[in-house]
């Protein structure tokens, strides 16, 4: 039973336009979530997170917003770049516990 | 810090025989975390290490793959026998923390078992 899903394999968007990953989430226990991005051949990075007290976090070109009550996260990129092709995983916590990923979302972004 | 170490970064085995993966946490980081990364699944996590004493292995699939961490810099994954259902790519991380951002992945073993 897979608790955190990304129901988007793939995604695919045009240089300079908005870029959009959504996410669910199952656990109303879960209070922290985060986004990772993985290139080919590496692992996964962190890049944005954000606890349950809010309902948006932003850092340059990427925000991440939540929705509690639908139990539904997204990161938005904006302008996207060729460079944000990849991997993206959300992942979620609660206190005391370790990270639950989903299963991922490929990202190309198109010059 | 050079981060999390695998090796090797690529393993092609024959079904049926062991395969052991390596990894070396960042210096410091009291957790350690192996993942598994499949088209089907995602990133699963099989197992994880406090203080290299393990903690959940619920995520282990079957008797056949087993973990160690006889200390803090180093720690196994192994498969015995390996079955063609076990390619992947494994990854290891370790963290300060068991939860947050902390989380830092090695670059993973593409294991191949034909």
């Known amino acids: 039973d897979q608790q955190v899903k990304q129901n988007s394999p793939s995604l695919s968007v045009q240089e300079g336009r908005i870029s959009i990953l959504n996410c669910d989430y199952t656990?109303?226990?879960?209070?922290?979530f985060l986004w990772y991005k993985k290139y080919p051949a590496e692992g996964p990075t962190f890049l944005i997170s954000?606890?349950?007290?809010?309902d948006k976090n932003e850092d340059g070109r990427f925000t991440v917003f939540l929705n509690k009550s639908a139990k539904h996260l997204s990161l938005h990129i904006v302008p996207s770049q060729p460079g944000d092709s990849a991997v993206y995983f959300c992942a979620a916590s609660q206190t005391g516990n370790m990270l639950t990923f989903g299963g991922g979302t490929r990202l190309m972004v198109k010059p | 810090d050079a981060g999390v170490i695998q090796s090797p970064r690529h393993e092609v085995t024959e079904m049926g025989q062991e395969v052991t993966l390596r990894c070396k946490p960042i210096s410091g980081h009291d957790y350690l975390f192996w993942y598994r990364q499949t088209m089907m699944r995602g990133l699963e996590l099989l197992i994880y290490?406090?203080?290299?004493?393990?903690?959940?292995d619920s995520g282990m699939p079957e008797d056949r793959f087993s973990a160690k961490m006889p200390n803090a810099s180093f720690s196994t994954l192994k498969i015995q026998p390996s079955e063609p259902r076990d390619s992947a790519v494994y990854f290891c991380a370790s963290s300060p923390v068991l939860r947050g951002y902390g989380y830092t992945f090695g670059s993973g073993t593409r294991l191949t078992v034909v």
């Open positions: 656990n109303s226990m879960f209070d922290y």
């Open positions: 290490f406090n203080n290299n004493v393990p903690i959940d």
């Open positions: 954000i606890s349950s007290i809010k």
